[in-house]
């Protein structure tokens, strides 16, 4: 039996024993939940600037996404200056906002060129042929009026049929029926094809052609050479010359067309290939600026290059060259 003395002590123990746990149980916790609010405080101190520098920038890029989809291409997001993924999408987005807002511009100026292009041919289609239904007109008006109406007639279907095969070749990555022929012979028939241009300006013509075998698309080539020797007659002066010469260049065949023309300003020389550019804002010369960039195209296409060396008043040389 253990006495009450020893049973009251026994109890005292415990009792001393459960006080001094729940001094150290309560230190614990009151140390717990300091931690955690000192910790909440810090990372809501931390949550500003990180969350400034990560979220606002792509808030911004939130805002500008929805302005591209509605049409605003001139929308810019502010880049940042370090470098990890977000500012790399950033600038991506920066960079593709531009390239839509050019696209756009070029739509715009393509819709304006092409409608204009298209329509002084037609008023001048229409107001030709209303003259014709006057009894008062002479013969030699009418011939006159006819001869108008039929070449602006061409004119609409020459800038039709560029247009179709600059629109093709622009959707058009690799060349498709390609065919082994003799390029020399292909420039050769080009220069008879416009034989009736170059005798009406008594233009001669200087040929120099090396036996020269391609493999290419020889119809699209055929459009290169009749566009360009096309413009060394239509700038050429009555009784100019125009020199035409192909030869082998080590890797690369080259084609080299000259005239003593007008010449080309520098100015021209850095559009010369957009499409409907035309130095001659007057519209003296015909033309509608698509014949350039369908040559530009088609040089691209044929993995070549293309140079023009021109000065006002002292002619103009074309050369193009083609890889074998």
């Given amino acids: 039996m253990i006495s009450s003395s ?10 001393d024993r459960y006080n001094f746990f729940l001094e150290i149980s309560s230190t614990k916790i009151l140390f717990f939940i300091s931690g955690l609010i000192t910790s909440t405080i810090i990372g809501t101190i931390l949550t500003f600037p990180v969350g ?8 911004e890029l939130i805002i500008g996404t929805r302005q591209v989809s509605k049409g605003n291409f001139s929308i810019k997001v502010n880049e940042l200056k370090m470098n990890h993924e977000i500012g790399e999408l950033i600038k991506s987005f920066n960079i593709m906002a531009k390239e839509l807002s050019n696209i756009e511009m070029f739509r715009k100026d393509f819709i304006n060129n092409f409608s204009h292009e298209f329509k002084t041919p037609i008023v001048s289609i229409r107001g030709f042929a209303k003259q014709l239904k006057k009894p008062s007109l002479t013969e030699e008006k009418q011939s006159e ?3 108008i109406i039929i070449r602006e007639s061409e004119r609409l279907s020459n800038m039709s049929s560029n247009i179709l095969l600059l629109t093709t070749l622009e959707n058009q990555e690799i060349i498709r029926d390609k065919t082994l022929f003799a390029l020399d012979e292909q420039i050769r028939n080009c220069i008879l094809l416009l034989q009736m241009e170059w005798e009406k300006k008594s233009i001669d013509f200087q040929v120099n052609l090396e036996s020269i075998h391609y493999y290419n698309n020889e119809e699209m080539l055929s459009h290169m050479w009749l ?6 007659i239509k700038f050429s002066p009555n009784g100019g010359k125009v020199t035409v010469k192909a030869y082998n260049d080590y890797e690369n065949i080259k084609v080299e067309i000259s005239d003593e023309g007008i010449g080309i300003s520098d100015e021209a020389k850095l559009h010369l290939f957009d499409m409907f550019y035309q130095e001659d804002s007057a519209h003296a010369l015909e033309g509608n600026g698509l014949g350039l960039s369908l040559v530009k195209r088609i040089v691209d296409l044929s993995e070549g290059k293309i140079y023009v060396e021109s000065s006002l008043g002292e002619g103009t040389n074309i050369i193009v060259e083609l890889p074998r």
């Avoid at 020893?6 to 009792?15: E, Q």
């Avoid at 400034?52 to 808030?59: A, C, V």
């Fill in 6 to 15: 020893a049973l009251s002590g026994i109890i005292l123990l415990f009792l």
């Fill in 52 to 59: 400034n520098y990560l979220l606002k920038p792509l808030n």
């Fill in 145 to 147: 009026y006819i001869d």
């Fill in 227 to 232: 566009n360009l020797i096309g413009n060394a």
